[in-house]
C-alpha cells in the first residue's frame, strides 16, 4: 500500500514490515533528537545483510525499519559536504568502548537495524557518526566506507603483516575488498572464488595491487599464514583451516551458513598445530576513517564493485539477486 501524506515537507522512505514485506510510503522528515542531525541521503549501498533481514530478518533487527547501513549524504548546515555514517551508536563508557572496541558495546545500536536507515530520501543520524568524505570521492563509492571499514578491522584483529602470505576465500565485493586492505599491509594475497566472472572484473584492481588468483581445486596449494572467509561456505572455512601453517590464523570474517564440518578435525588441527582462531564483527569509527582514507586513494581501482545504481522503488526486486551473491554492489542514489 502507498500512503500519501500531506506534509510538503516529506520524502520518500522504503519501510520493511516483515519477511518479504517492503512499502514504498511518503513520510514526514525525520526530527532529529538530542545529539542527532538531519541528513540528506546521497548513496546508500544494498548489503547482503540488508538482503538477509528482508528475507529471515536478524537478531539485532527491530520491526518496521527503514533499512541500509552503508549510507553517504550531506547536512542542510553544510550542504557542500558529504559525510559517511558509521553505522554504530556505542554507549562509551563499558570496559569495551574504554579500549576502542566500540563494536562490541552491549549498549550498541545499528543504524538500518535498531534505527532508521539510509532507504528513504532522509535520516537523522548522531553527529558522533559522521566521518567526512574526503574532496572528490563520489558518493557512490563513499558509499563503500562502511564494507571496507569492515575489511580494515578484519586485518587489524588478524594482525596481518607486510610479508606474509594471506589467502582469501571469496572474491565478491567484500572479499576484493579485504583483498585491499591486505595488499595495503604488504601482505603476499591469493584469492579463490569458483565464480570466473567476477573474477574477471575484479582483474584491475588486482593486477595493481599484486593480488593473485588461486585455482579453486587447489591444485596449486601451499601454506599460508593467514586465512579469510568473505564466504559463509563452510567448506570454504574447512579448507582454509587445511592451509594454514602451523601456527597459522584463521579470520573468522563471515558468518557459516551451517555445519563446519567434522568438529572434532577442527578440534585436532587446533590443538596439534597451535592454530589461532579470530573473529571480526563490524568496524569502528576509527575504520571507518581509514576506510575513506583508502578509497580516497584507491577508489578509481574499486569503481568495478558498484553493479549500478538504482531507484528506492527498485530495491525489493533486487533482494532476490542481492540474496544470492550475484555481482557486486547495487547503490540507491
Request: proline share 5%; with cysteine; net charge positive.
Given at each position: 500500500m502507498l500512503l500519501k501524506l500531506k506534509n510538503p515537507a516529506g520524502m520518500k522512505a522504503l519501510v520493511l514490515n516483515g519477511v518479504k514485506s517492503f512499502s514504498l510510503l511518503d513520510r514526514p522528515l525525520p526530527v532529529p533528537g538530542e545529539g542527532e542531525v538531519l541528513m540528506r541521503v546521497a548513496a546508500a549501498a544494498i548489503c547482503r545483510t540488508d538482503a538477509k533481514m528482508w528475507a529471515s530478518g536478524h537478531r539485532d533487527l527491530v520491526l518496521p525499519r527503514i533499512l541500509g547501513h552503508e549510507v553517504v549524504g550531506s547536512l542542510r548546515e553544510d550542504p557542500g559536504r558529504l559525510y559517511a555514517v558509521w553505522p554504530g551508536t556505542a554507549c562509551g563508557n563499558c570496559s569495551a568502548c574504554r579500549q576502542g572496541r566500540q563494536n562490541l558495546c552491549r549498549e550498541m545500536r545499528i543504524t538500518g537495524f535498531h534505527r532508521d536507515g539510509g532507504f528513504a530520501g532522509f535520516m537523522a543520524v548522531p553527529r558522533t557518526s559522521l566521518v567526512a568524505v574526503p574532496d572528490g570521492l563520489p558518493a557512490s563509492t563513499a558509499a563503500l566506507a562502511e564494507p571496507l571499514a569492515c575489511a580494515v578491522h578484519a586485518v587489524r584483529q588478524a594482525a596481518i603483516a607486510?610479508?606474509?602470505?594471506?589467502?582469501?576465500?571469496?572474491?565478491?565485493?567484500?572479499?576484493?575488498?579485504?583483498?585491499?586492505?591486505?595488499?595495503?599491509?604488504?601482505?603476499?594475497?591469493?584469492?579463490?572464488?569458483?565464480?570466473?566472472?567476477?573474477?574477471?572484473?575484479?582483474?584491475?584492481?588486482?593486477?595493481?595491487?599484486?593480488?593473485s588468483v588461486e585455482d579453486h581445486s587447489g591444485a596449486d596449494a601451499g601454506q599460508v599464514d593467514v586465512a579469510l572467509n568473505a564466504t559463509s561456505s563452510p567448506d570454504a572455512f574447512m579448507a582454509g583451516v587445511g592451509r594454514l601453517k602451523p601456527g597459522g590464523r584463521f579470520c573468522l570474517f563471515s558468518g557459516l551458513g551451517g555445519a563446519a564440518g567434522d568438529m572434532h578435525r577442527l578440534i585436532d588441527e587446533l590443538h596439534y598445530r597451535e592454530l589461532l582462531f579470530v573473529g571480526s564483527y563490524g568496524c569502528t569509527a576509527e575504520d571507518?576513517?581509514?576506510?575513506?582514507?583508502?578509497?580516497?586513494?584507491?577508489g578509481d581501482?574499486?569503481?568495478?564493485?558498484?553493479?549500478?545504481?538504482?531507484?528506492?522503488?527498485?530495491?525489493?526486486?533486487?533482494?532476490?539477486?542481492v540474496l544470492a551473491g550475484k555481482g557486486f554492489r547495487l547503490v540507491v542514489a
Amino acid at each position: 500500500m502507498l500512503l500519501k501524506l500531506k506534509n510538503p515537507a516529506g520524502m520518500k522512505a522504503l519501510v520493511l514490515n516483515g519477511v518479504k514485506s517492503f512499502s514504498l510510503l511518503d513520510r514526514p522528515l525525520p526530527v532529529p533528537g538530542e545529539g542527532e542531525v538531519l541528513m540528506r541521503v546521497a548513496a546508500a549501498a544494498i548489503c547482503r545483510t540488508d538482503a538477509k533481514m528482508w528475507a529471515s530478518g536478524h537478531r539485532d533487527l527491530v520491526l518496521p525499519r527503514i533499512l541500509g547501513h552503508e549510507v553517504v549524504g550531506s547536512l542542510r548546515e553544510d550542504p557542500g559536504r558529504l559525510y559517511a555514517v558509521w553505522p554504530g551508536t556505542a554507549c562509551g563508557n563499558c570496559s569495551a568502548c574504554r579500549q576502542g572496541r566500540q563494536n562490541l558495546c552491549r549498549e550498541m545500536r545499528i543504524t538500518g537495524f535498531h534505527r532508521d536507515g539510509g532507504f528513504a530520501g532522509f535520516m537523522a543520524v548522531p553527529r558522533t557518526s559522521l566521518v567526512a568524505v574526503p574532496d572528490g570521492l563520489p558518493a557512490s563509492t563513499a558509499a563503500l566506507a562502511e564494507p571496507l571499514a569492515c575489511a580494515v578491522h578484519a586485518v587489524r584483529q588478524a594482525a596481518i603483516a607486510s610479508g606474509e602470505r594471506v589467502l582469501i576465500y571469496g572474491g565478491g565485493t567484500l572479499g576484493h575488498l579485504l583483498g585491499l586492505a591486505c595488499a595495503e599491509r604488504g601482505a603476499r594475497v591469493g584469492m579463490i572464488d569458483p565464480d570466473k566472472e567476477k573474477l574477471h572484473r575484479g582483474r584491475g584492481l588486482r593486477l595493481r595491487r599484486g593480488i593473485s588468483v588461486e585455482d579453486h581445486s587447489g591444485a596449486d596449494a601451499g601454506q599460508v599464514d593467514v586465512a579469510l572467509n568473505a564466504t559463509s561456505s563452510p567448506d570454504a572455512f574447512m579448507a582454509g583451516v587445511g592451509r594454514l601453517k602451523p601456527g597459522g590464523r584463521f579470520c573468522l570474517f563471515s558468518g557459516l551458513g551451517g555445519a563446519a564440518g567434522d568438529m572434532h578435525r577442527l578440534i585436532d588441527e587446533l590443538h596439534y598445530r597451535e592454530l589461532l582462531f579470530v573473529g571480526s564483527y563490524g568496524c569502528t569509527a576509527e575504520d571507518m576513517r581509514e576506510a575513506l582514507r583508502l578509497l580516497s586513494k584507491s577508489g578509481d581501482d574499486l569503481r568495478f564493485l558498484i553493479e549500478r545504481t538504482i531507484a528506492l522503488d527498485e530495491v525489493p526486486s533486487a533482494m532476490e539477486r542481492v540474496l544470492a551473491g550475484k555481482g557486486f554492489r547495487l547503490v540507491v542514489a
